[in-house]
C-alpha cells in the first residue's frame, strides 16, 4: 500500500498542507502530472516589477513542486518551460529565461541527484543556444541512471511540432528500411515516437493563470487527461495548491470513453428489462 510519509517528514502537523495531504488518497494519485506555468509576467506586472522578476520567482516555485510531487511518490511530472512560440518575446527576456534555466541547473543538479530524480527535456533542443543545450545534456547524462521521478522539461517544444516530428522520423525509418511502400502508422506508432516515448501519458494537466487553453502542449499525449486550471499565476502556485489540484483529480469519474460503475450498472439493468419486455 502507498503512503504519503515522505511528504509529511517535511510538512508542520495541523498546517493547511498537512490537512490537505490527509484527505489525499495515496491509492489513486495521478502517476504523471503535466503544468503549463503561466502568469510570471502577470505577477511581476501586478508589483510593478520587470518581467525579469516574475521568472525568477517562478524558478523557486518550480523547486517547491518539484520537491513535492517527488515526495508524492509521482512517476513523472512535466513542466512547460518554454514554447517554439516565446521566440517571438523580446530578446532581453529570452536572454533571462536562458540564464534562469541555467542557474537552476548548476543549482538543483546535485539535490535532483541525490533525490534519484531522473532529468530529461523534451522538443527541438538543436535550436537552444548552445551553453544552455551543453548543460542541459549534462544534467540528462548526470542522472540518466535514476530510478525515481522523471522530471521532464519541455523547451523550445510545441506539440504540432512533436507530430510533424514523429511522423517525418517514422517516415524516414522506413525509407531507410526499404519499407516505404507498405508503410502502416497506427497509433503505437506514432505513441513510440513522441518526445515521451517511455512515459505515461499525463492524468492530470494543470494550467495556472486562468487561461482556458492549451496553447499547443502534449496534444496527443492529453487525450484523456483531466483538466484543472487555478487563478492562481504561477510564482504563487504553492504546495497547498498542488494538493488541491489532486484532490480535485481524486473527485473525478475517469471513464476513458466508457461508462461509470454506475452508468454501466443502470445501462445493463435497463438493457435487460428491455430485452425481457421485447421476449414477453
Same mark, same amino acid.
Given at each position: 500500500?502507498?503512503?504519503?510519509t515522505?511528504?509529511?517528514?517535511i510538512?508542520?502537523?495541523?498546517?493547511?498542507d498537512w490537512? =490537505?495531504a490527509?484527505?489525499i $488518497?495515496p491509492e489513486r494519485?495521478p502517476?504523471h502530472? @503535466?503544468?503549463?506555468?503561466?502568469?510570471?509576467g502577470?505577477?511581476?506586472?501586478?508589483?510593478?516589477?520587470p518581467?525579469a522578476a516574475? /521568472?525568477?520567482?517562478?524558478?523557486?516555485a518550480v523547486?517547491?513542486?518539484?520537491?513535492?510531487c517527488k515526495r508524492?511518490?509521482?512517476? @513523472?511530472?512535466?513542466?512547460?518551460?518554454?514554447?517554439?512560440?516565446?521566440w517571438k518575446r523580446?530578446?532581453?527576456?529570452v536572454d533571462?529565461?536562458?540564464r534562469?534555466?541555467?542557474v537552476?541547473?548548476?543549482?538543483?543538479?546535485p539535490? *535532483? *541527484?541525490?533525490?534519484? *530524480?531522473?532529468?530529461?527535456?523534451?522538443?527541438?533542443?538543436?535550436g537552444?543556444?548552445?551553453?544552455?543545450?551543453?548543460?542541459m545534456?549534462?544534467? %540528462?547524462?548526470a542522472?540518466? /541512471? &535514476?530510478?525515481?521521478?522523471r522530471? &521532464?522539461?519541455?523547451i523550445n517544444y510545441?506539440?504540432r511540432?512533436?507530430?510533424?516530428?514523429a511522423? &517525418? #522520423?517514422? %517516415?524516414e525509418? @522506413?525509407?531507410?528500411?526499404?519499407?516505404?511502400?507498405?508503410? /502502416?502508422?497506427?497509433?503505437? #506508432? %506514432?505513441?513510440?515516437h513522441?518526445?515521451t516515448a517511455?512515459?505515461?501519458?499525463? $492524468?492530470?494537466?494543470i494550467?495556472t493563470?486562468g487561461?482556458?487553453?492549451i496553447?499547443?502542449?502534449? =496534444?496527443w499525449? *492529453?487525450a484523456?487527461?483531466e483538466?484543472?486550471?487555478?487563478?492562481?499565476l504561477?510564482? $504563487?502556485?504553492?504546495?497547498?495548491?498542488?494538493?488541491n489540484?489532486i484532490?480535485d483529480?481524486?473527485k473525478?469519474d475517469?471513464?476513458?470513453?466508457?461508462?461509470?460503475i454506475?452508468?454501466?450498472?443502470?445501462?445493463?439493468e435497463?438493457w435487460?428489462?428491455?430485452?425481457?419486455t421485447? #421476449?414477453?
Open positions: 500500500m502507498r503512503s504519503l515522505d511528504l509529511f517528514a510538512l508542520t502537523p495541523g498546517s493547511k490537512r =490537505l490527509e484527505t $488518497d494519485l502517476a502530472i @503535466a503544468i503549463i506555468m503561466d502568469g510570471n502577470r505577477w511581476a506586472r501586478r508589483r510593478g516589477l518581467r516574475g /521568472h525568477r520567482a517562478g524558478v523557486e523547486r517547491l513542486i518539484v520537491e513535492s508524492l511518490g509521482l512517476k @513523472a511530472l512535466t513542466l512547460y518551460a518554454f514554447s517554439v512560440e516565446n523580446p530578446r532581453a527576456e533571462t529565461l536562458w534562469l534555466m541555467r537552476y541547473l548548476r543549482r538543483e543538479l539535490e *535532483i *541527484i541525490s533525490n534519484g *530524480i531522473r532529468f530529461t527535456c523534451m522538443g527541438r533542443l538543436e537552444l543556444p548552445t551553453q544552455v543545450r551543453e548543460e545534456e549534462a544534467a %540528462i547524462e542522472t540518466a /541512471h &535514476n530510478q525515481g521521478m522530471l &521532464n522539461v519541455a510545441s506539440g511540432a512533436e507530430l510533424v516530428d511522423i &517525418n #522520423t517514422i %517516415i525509418d @522506413a525509407r531507410l528500411k526499404g519499407r516505404s511502400r507498405d508503410l /502502416h502508422i497506427d497509433e503505437e #506508432t %506514432i505513441a513510440r513522441l518526445y517511455g512515459l505515461p501519458d499525463p $492524468d492530470l494537466l494550467r493563470s487561461e482556458k487553453r496553447s499547443n502542449f502534449l =496534444l499525449q *492529453i484523456y487527461a483538466l484543472y486550471v487555478t487563478d492562481t504561477w510564482p $504563487d502556485f504553492s504546495r497547498a495548491d498542488l494538493l489540484a484532490l483529480f481524486q473525478r475517469r471513464r476513458f470513453g466508457g461508462l461509470s454506475e452508468a454501466e450498472r443502470t445501462s445493463r435497463q435487460a428489462e428491455a430485452v425481457g421485447l #421476449t414477453q
